[in-house]
T-cell receptor
Framework: KNEVEQSPQNLTAQEGEFITINCSYSVGISALHWLQQHPGGGIVSLFMLSSGKKKHGRLIATINIQEKHSSLHITASHPRDSAVYIC?????????????FGKGTHLIIQP | SQTIHQWPATLVQPVGSPLSLECTVEGTSNPNLYWYRQAAGRGLQLLFYSVGIGQISSEVPQNLSASRPQDRQFILSSKKLLLSDSGFYLCALQGAAFGYTFGSGTRLTVV
């Protein structure tokens, strides 16, 4: 079973700051997911990546397969970025048995 | 595109009452379907997954059961709710190329 560790658990920053959230996992994977959960609970998929780097707007996700590590960056952070960011990887490295999730990073961006 | 309809969004139920949460899928056929639960202060935990009609795998022994009566319908049930069943329940599907789509979730409070 894959184990996922996220850091930091909580992060408060000022508007405009560059944000980095880290994720480490224990078993080799086919793809890693970054998700965003808003206070109401709904979850949105931000990225799925298996190598290198992806960018969407102010969000950038990177992954190092050899080191089993991924980072999510937010540039020019804004209060609307406040949410819980969750890293998820395949439960057993691949296959049909779903994802295992990190505990999430609670991000607050203050104006 | 693939979408998941999950309802209700919130639910308050007394201890000992039955539970039925439904998840329906559009835009795909024969998906892998999942039920996850997020207890207070914890990460999302896999409860059940299904690779086809009538096929259910359970990851955690508990007071809950799941069924898949139709290809695009996944139901989470309990005969008698416990206080510890409170949490956020999330339905998900695995689509092509390891991508996942998530429902909007149900916040269950057992009182």
């Amino acid at each position: 079973k894959n184990e996922v560790e996220q850091s930091p658990q909580n992060l408060t920053a000022q508007e405009g700051e560059f944000i980095t959230i880290n994720c480490s996992y224990s078993v080799g994977i086919s793809a890693l997911h970054w998700l965003q959960q808003h206070p109401g609970g709904g979850i949105v998929s931000l990225f799925m990546l298996s190598s290198g780097k992806k960018k969407h707007g102010r969000l950038i996700a990177t992954i190092n397969i050899q080191e089993k590590h991924s980072s999510l960056h937010i540039t020019a952070s804004h209060p609307r970025d406040s949410a819980v960011y969750i890293c998820a990887v395949p439960y057993s490295g691949g296959g049909a048995d779903g994802l295992t999730f990190g505990k999430g990073t609670h991000l607050i961006i203050q104006p | 595109s693939q979408t998941i309809h999950q309802w209700p969004a919130t639910l308050v139920q007394p201890v000992g009452s039955p539970l039925s949460l439904e998840c329906t899928v559009e835009g795909t056929s024969n998906p892998n379907l999942y039920w996850y639960r997020q207890a207070a202060g914890r990460g999302l935990q896999l409860l059940f997954y299904s690779v086809g009609i009538g096929q259910i795998s359970s990851e955690v022994p508990q007071n809950l059961s799941a069924s898949r009566p139709q290809d695009r319908q996944f139901i989470l049930s309990s005969k008698k709710l416990l206080l510890s069943d409170s949490g956020f329940y999330l339905c998900a599907l695995q689509g092509a190329a390891f991508g996942y789509t998530f429902g909007s979730g149900t916040r269950l409070t057992v009182v």
